[in-house]
């Protein structure tokens, strides 16, 4: 894997495969949602166990060894390098970037003492999220009953009849964390087109009914594919997705 990954494929392969986003959660829970995508997918591609991941200094920790030939599992991470100035000398100012790194190896590609890992049962309480992401939730004044939902600013608003209350407030929590309630000031050619705003905010609800269990999944493939029109996520809009999501999961936490 290059550090070219199709984030696009990661993200259709999570929303298309029923299950898949709740068992990378219970496996890699310890990873951003990104990265357990990422672990899951090469683990698939190798025809490996879906087993916990963790570096070989852990697994040693661990009392286990990586098997002689193992191949290490790439996942993204925080790199920095030092600047260069005109005479190709280093400074003291530093680059943050992200990527691929392969250090990680699944359970499966070690040996050694027992090991069992623990059982994870996710949770998320709203109140505390919405006060980490600076989102006020407010009473719904929509005239229209059809609508189940919506954001403005900072503030979200779910109908006290929305068919899935939890799908639509998460759906109208990654607008404003996507930065789409903002782009009114923006210029036209500066602001997201109306179809990929609708899904990726409706993506990431995907994403955290998935994990939390909550929600209709089914509704939400469908209402994303009705604004996808056959056509895929670019690789960009995706990686926001996986961010946004990651972000509203671990606020309620």
């Excluded at 916990?52 to 191949?71: D, H, M, N, S, Y």
């Excluded at 992200?98 to 499966?108: H, T």
């Excluded at 670019?234 to 999501?245: C, L, P, R, T, Y």
């Amino acid at each position: 894997m290059s550090d070219n990954t199709s984030y696009s494929a990661l993200l259709n392969q999570a929303i298309s495969q029923k299950g898949y986003i709740s068992k990378c959660y219970s496996v890699f829970y310890e990873y951003s949602i990104g990265n357990q995508f990422l672990a899951m997918d090469q683990l698939i591609s190798r025809k490996l166990p879906i087993t916990p991941i963790a570096t070989f200094k852990k697994w040693l920790e661990l009392g286990r060894t990586v098997q002689k030939g193992q191949k290490a599992i790439s996942l993204v991470m925080p790199v920095s390098f030092s600047k260069k100035d005109k005479n190709g000398e280093k400074t003291d100012q530093k680059i943050s970037t992200f990527l691929l790194r392969p250090k990680w190896f699944a359970m499966s590609q070690t040996e050694g003492e027992n090991y069992t890992p623990p059982k994870v049962i996710p949770n998320w309480d709203e109140q505390k999220a919405l006060k980490a992401l600076d989102i006020e939730r407010v009473p719904f004044e929509h005239i229209s009953g059809n609508c189940q939902g919506y954001a403005a600013c900072n503030k979200v608003a779910v109908n006290p009849v929305a068919k899935y209350p939890e799908k639509t407030l998460f759906h109208e929590i990654a607008h404003v964390v996507l930065g789409h309630t903002k782009e009114a000031l923006m210029s036209d050619s500066e602001q997201t087109p109306l179809n990929i705003k609708e899904v990726q905010a409706e993506s990431v609800a995907y994403i955290l009914c998935s994990i939390l269990s909550v929600g209709n999944l089914d509704t939400c493939a469908g209402y994303i594919q009705s604004w996808l029109k056959n056509e895929a996520v670019g690789n960009k809009e995706a990686q926001q997705i996986f961010s946004a999501a990651n972000k509203i999961l671990k606020a309620g936490q």
